[in-house]
């Protein structure tokens, strides 16, 4: 997984999260969400945006997140 703060040049920041998979020895992205940022960029707006993610659009409950998740930086 990895995620990625964008400002574009009239000021807003959008968050994208996107995973990867292996197919055929290849690795594909894929957009998991696209998200504009309300509260200012910070670390704990960003995390809860992200696990926001991943239990919306991502198929996970949170104790799949409490089990699985290793790190967030």
Do not use: C, R
């Not at 703060?5 to 990867?20: A, C, G, K, P, R």
């Not at 055929?24 to 995390?47: E, F, R, Y």
């Amino acid at each position: 997984m990895s995620a990625n703060e964008v400002t574009t040049i009239d000021n807003q920041s959008w968050l994208f999260v996107h995973l990867y998979i292996v197919e055929a020895w290849k690795k594909v992205p894929l957009l998991l969400n696209l998200q504009k940022v309300i509260d200012g960029g910070t670390s704990n707006t960003m995390t809860s945006m992200i696990v926001e993610s991943l239990t919306k659009f991502g198929g996970l409950t949170e104790s799949d997140l409490a089990k699985k998740l290793v790190f967030l930086e």
